[in-house]
């Protein structure tokens, strides 16, 4: 088609400087907008063309879903767009109607379409043998070790969506043509993720940078995720941390001032390990090494933060060891709680409708929504209920999210015999792990018990005698 004839979603893939993995937005507006669909596309080739301009969508549809090959509107999309992409998911409505089962008509919405390709694990690569950015791992984004983490986590809060809308609130004023709205001189671009272990922070840090390079690629072209470990770091250079800290924010800073273009993400894991609180360190004694570390950290936090092109995430179990200071340094702070049986739910949905995507269990079968599982939790023997009574066993297992995340997966290793695994047996492979653990940690309870009686019992006799 000529340029007048154009589609206004057309979305066309120009190659980047290393080769072509640079990825594009488009926006469609058609009659009045009533709110914004985000929809992000994952590329196979370097075109995308000739979409239909009007289709109905809820949020979390995957618009190419094999499963639902035969079904319109999924046909038509899979007609068009399976040889061109792998996938087409509906990420985000922004408007006034907010319920996810709600169904939209694109010609109401403002439609923005991301589509971006996935670099290799093979481009990963560990910076420990380059002297200028000691013990950390840069990755190239969006990367396909990462791909799916952002749907797969879920929280009580709208955390996620907070994030992704504070980034484009800070992406909108750097762009505006006031300096003093642009400049970051009252800005702290340093988010903190705090809470128990096992919760994940360092998997929804990882995935939010993941969503940056791909909901923001029209502004930076090029994105890095750079992951230091804090722990590692003090542990292989203890005495030198505060020059160690230094020089991977002195590398950083310049990275970003090389290619003003390139967004990069600095992950700093366990960060309490260079931020702990120097009030407390002098009162217990500690070493003027870690006091240091955090004096370092803090300085270069100040020098850093002018940079536009740079966001820093931390994770912390010891939110309540952290240094005032660094606390005050940190713009945007939030807690991740242990998930609730909604979270734990919808985490354990998202991971057995990936398996059944990926062909470990068949066939395909819908799982309802937490709100509707409760529907139809009493007396029946679907999947929603049986999901929902698997929710309410985690509760007495006291599991943490990493846990849960990997539980479908090693229920099914541990007893899956037969050639195929179904839902069903998958579901049950699931309570029966849980059960057994219950057992298991009954038994160890009882044997403690026992063990402490029997001390009490021998301390009384040698007393008595």
């Not at 380059?130 to 984004?141: F, G, K, S």
């Not at 969506?161 to 671009?189: A, K, Q, T, V, Y």
């Not at 936090?301 to 931390?314: A, E, G, K, S, Y």
């Not at 005032?324 to 985490?347: D, M």
């Amino acid at each position: 088609m000529d340029d007048a004839e154009q589609n206004p979603l057309d979305v066309n893939m120009e190659p980047d400087q290393d080769g072509g993995r640079q990825a594009s937005t488009a926006e469609v507006v058609v009659n009045e907008i009533t709110g914004t669909i985000f929809i992000q596309g994952r590329g196979l080739k370097k075109s995308l063309s000739d979409p239909t301009k009007l289709f109905f969508f809820t949020l979390g549809d995957d618009l190419l879903d094999e499963s639902k090959r035969s079904v319109v509107p999924y046909s038509i999309w899979y007609e068009m767009f399976g040889t061109e992409l792998l996938s087409l998911k509906v990420m985000e409505y922004v408007g006034p109607v907010s319920d996810p089962q709600t169904a939209h008509l694109s010609s109401d919405v403002l439609v923005k379409v991301a589509v971006y390709f996935l670099h290799a694990d093979s481009e990963v690569r560990k910076s420990d043998e380059d002297d200028d950015l000691l013990q950390a791992r840069v990755t190239p984004l969006p990367n396909v070790q990462f791909d799916g983490r952002w749907d797969q986590l879920a929280f009580e809060t709208n955390i996620k969506e907070e994030l992704i809308w504070i980034m484009e609130n800070i992406f909108r004023f750097s762009r505006h043509g006031n300096e003093e709205l642009s400049d970051r001189d009252d800005d702290n671009p340093v988010f903190l993720l705090h809470g128990p272990p096992g919760t994940g922070k360092t998997t929804l840090c990882q995935g939010f940078a993941q969503e940056i390079s791909i909901r923001f690629n029209q502004k930076y072209h090029e994105a890095l995720l750079i992951e230091v470990n804090t722990a590692t770091l003090l542990s292989k250079y203890f005495s030198e941390s505060a020059k160690q800290v230094d020089e991977v924010f002195t590398k950083v800073e310049q990275m970003c001032g090389e290619n003003p273009d390139r967004f990069i993400c600095l992950l700093i894991d366990e960060v309490e390990s260079i931020a702990a609180s120097r009030e407390l360190g002098s009162k217990r004694g500690e070493v003027q090494d870690a006091i240091r570390a955090t004096n370092a950290l803090l300085t270069s936090l100040d020098r850093i933060r002018f940079h536009t092109n740079l966001v820093i995430l931390c994770t912390s179990n010891m939110w309540d060891t952290l240094d005032s200071a660094f606390l005050n340094r940190c713009g945007f702070q939030y807690r991740v709680e242990i998930p609730s049986n909604a979270a734990k739910y919808a985490i354990l949905r998202v991971r057995l409708q990936k398996l059944m995507r990926l062909g470990v269990i068949t066939p395909y079968a819908d799982l309802p929504c937490y709100r509707n599982s409760e529907c139809e939790y009493f007396g029946t023997e679907k999947p929603g209920a049986i999901l929902l009574n698997i929710v309410k066993l985690i509760d007495t297992n006291n599991m943490s999210g990493r846990e849960i995340t990997q539980l479908p997966k090693q229920a099914i290793y541990r007893y899956l015999r037969a050639r195929d695994c179904s839902l069903d047996m998958a579901l049950g492979f699931m309570q029966r792990l849980l059960l057994e653990r219950r057992q298991l940690s009954i038994g160890h309870k009882r044997k403690r018990e026992d063990e402490d009686s029997m001390s009490e019992n021998d301390a009384a006799s040698c007393e008595g005698a």
